[in-house]
């Protein structure tokens, strides 16, 4: 299940099950939008991004929704392994600007 | 190549010391970005160099200087830090506007801690 508090909101899944980790991003305007994974002791991975005239995409394993109207960004992961253990981080900008802003992320615990 | 190449990986320094981050990439990136990440927090934007200007501050305190002397190579110059901007610098860099919306590509940060 989710927890929220003190520390990240974490989200614990049995290794096989599908996962959705979701964000709510903060500017109307953004129009682009990134979902990096971040391992403990490393710097944020690239995993899957999705522009305003979409409402989804899918990667490998991966699938991104966006929701432009209430501003909610999710990511599934299919059939999640323990090497999905890690920090799930949103970030949004606008096209033509290099600025990434990035929400508040979300502790992925695959459990084997 | 995608990588973006950060050193050192850790560095202790004094309130008093002056101290250098750097930051390489040869993805041919025209916009470089350091971000600063506390524990259990998102990166938070520090700066932005595009076409190796300086095009984004976002009210950085002047104890942190950054220098961008070509296009794949970015600095960033500590002098007198305080404690609490122990944390994690990283560096990232993107293909720029003009191709418009590509995603940034992350070092593997500088684990900083000021004593």
């Known amino acids: 299940g989710e927890s929220v508090g003190l520390h990240l909101p974490t989200l614990s899944v049995q290794e096989g099950d599908n996962s959705i980790i979701n964000c709510a991003y903060s500017?109307?305007?953004?129009?682009?939008f990134i979902w990096y994974k971040q391992e403990s002791g490393k710097g944020p991975q690239f995993i899957i991004d999705?522009?305003?005239?979409?409402d989804k995409r899918q990667g490998q394993r991966v699938t991104v929704l966006l929701n432009k109207t209430v501003k909610h960004l999710s990511l599934q992961i299919a059939a999640t392994q323990p090497g999905d253990s890690a920090v799930y981080f949103c970030?949004?900008?606008?096209?033509?600007?290099?600025?990434?802003?990035f929400g508040s992320g979300t502790k992925l615990n695959v459990k084997p | 190549d995608t990588e973006v190449t950060q050193t050192p990986k850790h560095l202790v320094m004094g309130m008093t010391n002056k101290k250098s981050l750097k930051c390489e990439q040869h993805?041919?990136?025209?916009?470089m970005y350091w971000y600063k990440q506390k524990a259990k927090k998102p990166p938070e934007l520090m700066f932005v160099y595009s076409y190796e200007k300086l095009s984004i501050n976002e009210s950085v305190p002047s104890r942190f200087s950054p220098e961008c002397p070509n296009s794949s190579l970015l600095n960033l110059h500590l002098h007198a830090l305080q404690p609490e901007d122990s944390a994690l610098y990283l560096c990232?860099?993107?293909?720029?506007?003009?191709?418009?919306?590509?995603?940034?590509?992350f070092g593997q940060g500088t684990r900083l801690t000021v004593v």
């Open positions: 500017n109307s305007a953004s129009d682009y």
């Open positions: 999705i522009r305003s005239n979409m």
């Open positions: 970030a949004e900008s606008l096209y033509n600007f290099n600025k990434f802003y």
């Open positions: 993805m041919g990136h025209r916009a």
């Open positions: 990232a860099s993107s293909q720029g506007i003009e191709v418009g919306g590509s995603e940034a590509f």
